[in-house]
Protein backbone atom coordinates (compact mmCIF):
# COMPACT_ATOMS: atom_id res chain seq x y z
CA UNK A 1 0.00 0.00 0.00
CA UNK A 2 1.51 3.68 -0.89
CA UNK A 3 0.58 5.56 2.02
CA UNK A 4 2.35 8.72 0.73
CA UNK A 5 -0.03 8.75 -2.05
CA UNK A 6 -3.40 8.52 0.33
CA UNK A 7 -1.58 10.98 2.47
CA UNK A 8 -1.76 13.39 -0.16
CA UNK A 9 -4.75 12.63 -1.97
CA UNK A 10 -6.72 13.24 1.33
CA UNK A 11 -5.17 16.30 2.41
CA UNK A 12 -5.76 17.83 -0.89
CA UNK A 13 -9.41 16.80 -0.64
CA UNK A 14 -9.79 18.02 2.93
CA UNK A 15 -7.69 21.42 2.23
CA UNK A 16 -10.49 21.73 -0.72
CA UNK A 17 -13.53 21.41 1.61
CA UNK A 18 -11.86 23.62 4.05
CA UNK A 19 -11.38 26.43 1.93
CA UNK A 20 -15.41 26.02 0.97
CA UNK A 21 -16.21 25.74 4.68
CA UNK A 22 -13.66 29.30 4.90
CA UNK A 23 -15.36 30.86 2.40
CA UNK A 24 -19.54 30.31 3.96
CA UNK A 25 -18.16 32.01 6.87
CA UNK A 26 -16.98 34.85 4.62
CA UNK A 27 -16.72 37.27 7.93
CA UNK A 28 -15.94 40.70 7.23
CA UNK A 29 -13.46 43.38 9.16
CA UNK A 30 -14.59 43.71 12.76
CA UNK A 31 -17.54 41.04 12.59
CA UNK A 32 -17.73 38.22 14.76
CA UNK A 33 -21.05 36.94 14.44
CA UNK A 34 -23.10 34.99 12.01
CA UNK A 35 -26.43 33.68 11.32
CA UNK A 36 -27.76 30.70 13.33
CA UNK A 37 -28.86 28.57 10.34
CA UNK A 38 -25.26 29.60 8.58
CA UNK A 39 -23.65 28.12 12.07
CA UNK A 40 -25.04 25.39 12.33
CA UNK A 41 -24.37 24.32 8.34
CA UNK A 42 -20.68 25.27 8.74
CA UNK A 43 -20.39 23.28 12.56
CA UNK A 44 -22.08 20.04 10.59
CA UNK A 45 -19.31 20.15 8.37
CA UNK A 46 -16.47 21.15 10.55
CA UNK A 47 -17.21 18.29 12.64
CA UNK A 48 -16.60 15.71 10.15
CA UNK A 49 -13.61 17.69 8.58
CA UNK A 50 -11.40 17.83 12.20
CA UNK A 51 -12.30 14.31 12.33
CA UNK A 52 -10.77 13.30 9.11
CA UNK A 53 -7.75 15.85 9.84
CA UNK A 54 -7.36 13.94 13.02
CA UNK A 55 -7.22 10.65 11.02
CA UNK A 56 -4.70 11.76 9.10
CA UNK A 57 -2.47 12.85 11.63
CA UNK A 58 -2.64 9.31 12.91
CA UNK A 59 -1.61 7.99 9.33
CA UNK A 60 1.09 10.50 9.01
CA UNK A 61 2.58 9.77 12.49
CA UNK A 62 2.37 5.77 11.57
CA UNK A 63 6.01 5.14 11.80
CA UNK A 64 7.59 8.12 13.76
CA UNK A 65 9.31 7.24 16.85
CA UNK A 66 9.90 10.84 19.09
CA UNK A 67 12.17 11.44 21.98
CA UNK A 68 11.10 12.94 25.65
CA UNK A 69 10.80 16.65 25.41
CA UNK A 70 11.80 18.79 28.49
CA UNK A 71 8.39 19.85 30.01
CA UNK A 72 7.97 23.61 29.64
CA UNK A 73 7.97 26.05 32.80
CA UNK A 74 4.36 27.83 33.06
CA UNK A 75 5.05 31.50 32.22
CA UNK A 76 4.42 33.82 35.75
CA UNK A 77 0.87 35.82 35.05
CA UNK A 78 0.92 39.22 33.18
CA UNK A 79 -0.96 40.44 36.26
CA UNK A 80 -0.87 40.35 40.03
CA UNK A 81 -4.60 40.07 40.11
CA UNK A 82 -6.43 36.90 40.99
CA UNK A 83 -10.31 36.37 40.33
CA UNK A 84 -11.18 33.33 41.96
CA UNK A 85 -8.29 33.75 44.88
CA UNK A 86 -6.40 30.86 44.06
CA UNK A 87 -2.90 31.31 43.76
CA UNK A 88 -1.01 34.16 44.70
CA UNK A 89 -2.05 37.92 44.04
CA UNK A 90 -4.69 40.51 44.99
CA UNK A 91 -8.07 39.41 45.25
CA UNK A 92 -10.77 41.21 42.84
CA UNK A 93 -14.43 41.44 43.04
CA UNK A 94 -16.20 40.47 40.64
CA UNK A 95 -16.90 43.59 38.62
CA UNK A 96 -14.03 45.56 39.41
CA UNK A 97 -11.52 46.82 37.68
CA UNK A 98 -7.38 46.80 38.32
CA UNK A 99 -7.91 50.40 36.97
CA UNK A 100 -10.39 51.30 39.93
CA UNK A 101 -7.76 50.34 42.30
CA UNK A 102 -4.50 51.41 40.85
CA UNK A 103 -5.34 54.09 38.01
CA UNK A 104 -1.75 54.26 37.17
CA UNK A 105 -1.26 50.71 36.78
CA UNK A 106 -0.83 49.42 32.88
CA UNK A 107 -1.28 46.21 31.91
CA UNK A 108 0.29 44.06 29.26
CA UNK A 109 -2.08 43.11 26.69
CA UNK A 110 -2.91 39.37 25.77
CA UNK A 111 -2.22 37.63 22.41
CA UNK A 112 -4.66 36.68 20.34
CA UNK A 113 -6.15 33.42 21.38
CA UNK A 114 -5.23 30.41 18.83
CA UNK A 115 -6.35 27.04 19.27
CA UNK A 116 -4.95 23.43 18.30
CA UNK A 117 -6.46 20.45 16.42
CA UNK A 118 -7.42 17.93 19.22
CA UNK A 119 -5.64 14.75 19.12
CA UNK A 120 -8.31 12.92 20.88
CA UNK A 121 -11.76 11.92 19.62
CA UNK A 122 -14.24 13.32 22.05
CA UNK A 123 -16.19 10.30 23.55
CA UNK A 124 -19.88 9.69 23.47
CA UNK A 125 -22.09 11.31 25.68
CA UNK A 126 -23.45 7.69 26.76
CA UNK A 127 -26.80 8.08 28.14
CA UNK A 128 -28.66 7.74 30.99
CA UNK A 129 -27.03 10.64 32.64
CA UNK A 130 -29.18 13.12 34.56
CA UNK A 131 -30.71 15.64 32.73
CA UNK A 132 -30.68 19.11 33.64
CA UNK A 133 -33.38 21.24 32.65
CA UNK A 134 -32.19 24.66 32.07
CA UNK A 135 -34.28 27.75 32.99
CA UNK A 136 -36.66 25.95 35.23
CA UNK A 137 -38.45 27.58 37.71
CA UNK A 138 -39.67 26.53 41.21
CA UNK A 139 -42.87 25.60 41.65
CA UNK A 140 -43.35 25.27 45.36
CA UNK A 141 -46.79 26.99 46.63
CA UNK A 142 -48.34 27.53 50.08
CA UNK A 143 -52.12 27.40 49.94
CA UNK A 144 -53.45 30.66 51.91
CA UNK A 145 -49.97 32.14 51.72
CA UNK A 146 -48.24 32.62 48.09
CA UNK A 147 -50.82 32.64 44.47
CA UNK A 148 -49.84 31.22 41.59
CA UNK A 149 -47.49 33.17 39.59
CA UNK A 150 -47.24 33.91 35.65
CA UNK A 151 -44.82 31.51 34.02
CA UNK A 152 -43.18 33.09 31.32
CA UNK A 153 -42.44 30.46 27.69
CA UNK A 154 -38.97 29.75 26.75
CA UNK A 155 -38.38 31.74 23.81
CA UNK A 156 -38.22 30.18 20.53
CA UNK A 157 -35.24 30.08 18.79
CA UNK A 158 -35.09 31.67 15.30
CA UNK A 159 -32.63 30.79 12.42
CA UNK A 160 -31.92 34.51 11.78
CA UNK A 161 -30.26 35.07 15.57
CA UNK A 162 -27.05 36.46 15.50
CA UNK A 163 -23.98 33.88 17.25
CA UNK A 164 -20.66 34.76 18.14
CA UNK A 165 -18.33 32.93 15.31
CA UNK A 166 -15.01 33.67 17.01
CA UNK A 167 -14.65 29.66 18.45
CA UNK A 168 -15.62 28.75 14.77
CA UNK A 169 -13.04 30.78 13.04
CA UNK A 170 -10.27 29.67 15.67
CA UNK A 171 -11.64 25.94 14.85
CA UNK A 172 -11.35 26.06 11.50
CA UNK A 173 -7.69 27.84 11.46
CA UNK A 174 -6.26 25.56 13.58
CA UNK A 175 -7.50 22.78 10.94
CA UNK A 176 -5.57 25.07 8.37
CA UNK A 177 -2.72 25.23 10.38
CA UNK A 178 -2.56 21.08 10.67
CA UNK A 179 -3.02 20.23 7.00
CA UNK A 180 -0.19 22.88 6.45
CA UNK A 181 2.43 21.15 8.82
CA UNK A 182 1.45 17.69 8.91
CA UNK A 183 4.98 16.26 10.56
CA UNK A 184 4.21 19.18 13.14
CA UNK A 185 1.04 17.39 13.90
CA UNK A 186 2.51 13.68 13.88
CA UNK A 187 5.14 14.50 15.99
CA UNK A 188 2.60 15.94 18.48
CA UNK A 189 0.67 12.27 18.11
CA UNK A 190 3.57 10.59 18.51
CA UNK A 191 5.07 12.33 21.85
CA UNK A 192 1.24 12.12 23.32
CA UNK A 193 1.44 7.94 22.14
CA UNK A 194 4.60 7.94 24.13
CA UNK A 195 3.61 9.98 27.34
CA UNK A 196 0.37 7.54 27.49
CA UNK A 197 2.66 4.20 26.76
CA UNK A 198 5.04 5.86 29.88
CA UNK A 199 2.44 5.91 32.28
CA UNK A 200 0.43 2.53 31.20
CA UNK A 201 3.91 0.96 31.79
CA UNK A 202 4.22 2.93 34.99
CA UNK A 203 0.85 1.73 36.78
CA UNK A 204 1.53 -1.37 35.90
CA UNK A 205 5.29 -2.08 37.63
CA UNK A 206 3.74 -0.23 40.96
CA UNK A 207 0.71 -2.14 41.18
CA UNK A 208 -1.50 0.99 41.46
CA UNK A 209 -4.49 2.13 39.35
CA UNK A 210 -3.68 5.75 38.96
CA UNK A 211 -4.76 8.29 36.78
CA UNK A 212 -7.50 7.48 34.11
CA UNK A 213 -5.64 7.92 30.91
CA UNK A 214 -6.32 7.23 27.33
CA UNK A 215 -4.63 4.50 25.50
CA UNK A 216 -6.77 5.06 21.95
CA UNK A 217 -6.95 8.41 20.32
CA UNK A 218 -10.29 6.81 18.37
CA UNK A 219 -13.41 7.05 19.85
CA UNK A 220 -15.73 3.44 19.96
CA UNK A 221 -18.21 3.49 17.18
CA UNK A 222 -18.61 6.01 14.34
CA UNK A 223 -15.88 9.03 13.92
CA UNK A 224 -17.62 12.47 14.57
CA UNK A 225 -20.07 13.95 12.28
CA UNK A 226 -19.95 10.97 10.37
CA UNK A 227 -23.47 9.57 8.87
CA UNK A 228 -25.00 6.26 7.22
CA UNK A 229 -25.59 7.62 3.61
CA UNK A 230 -22.43 9.98 2.54
CA UNK A 231 -24.19 13.35 2.03
CA UNK A 232 -21.22 15.16 1.19
CA UNK A 233 -17.45 14.33 0.31
CA UNK A 234 -16.48 14.88 3.59
CA UNK A 235 -18.04 11.94 4.85
CA UNK A 236 -16.31 9.88 2.21
CA UNK A 237 -13.33 11.38 2.87
CA UNK A 238 -13.48 10.74 6.74
CA UNK A 239 -14.65 6.83 5.97
CA UNK A 240 -11.55 6.60 3.88
CA UNK A 241 -9.29 8.08 6.79
CA UNK A 242 -11.28 5.93 9.62
CA UNK A 243 -9.88 2.67 7.74
CA UNK A 244 -6.56 4.52 6.94
CA UNK A 245 -5.93 5.48 10.78
CA UNK A 246 -7.24 1.40 12.25
CA UNK A 247 -4.31 0.38 9.82
CA UNK A 248 -2.20 2.89 11.07
CA UNK A 249 -2.66 2.01 14.43
CA UNK A 250 -2.54 -1.75 14.34
CA UNK A 251 0.67 -1.56 12.23
CA UNK A 252 2.17 0.43 15.34
CA UNK A 253 1.09 -1.71 17.80
CA UNK A 254 2.15 -5.25 15.88
CA UNK A 255 5.54 -3.51 15.06
Given at each position: ??????????????????????????????????????????????????????????????DLVVSPRPRKVKPLPDTVFVRTG????????????????????????????????????????????????????????????????????????????????????????????????????????????????????????????????????????????????????????????QYFAFRALERRDSS
Amino acid sequence: MDWDVAIERNREALKRILAMLVAMVGLADGETTLPRRSHRAILALLRPVEAAARRLVIVVARDLVVSPRPRKVKPLPDTVFVRTGKGTGIVLPYGVKPSAILPNLVLRRAAPRTVALPLLDPLPKWPGGRHRQVGGVPRILAPGYSEPRFIPGRCRLSPDDRIDATRLALRLQAVGRALDDLPREARRFARWRRRAAAAGAQNLESGAAGKVRRVWPLRPGCPPGSCRGPAHQVHEVLADLQYFAFRALERRDSS
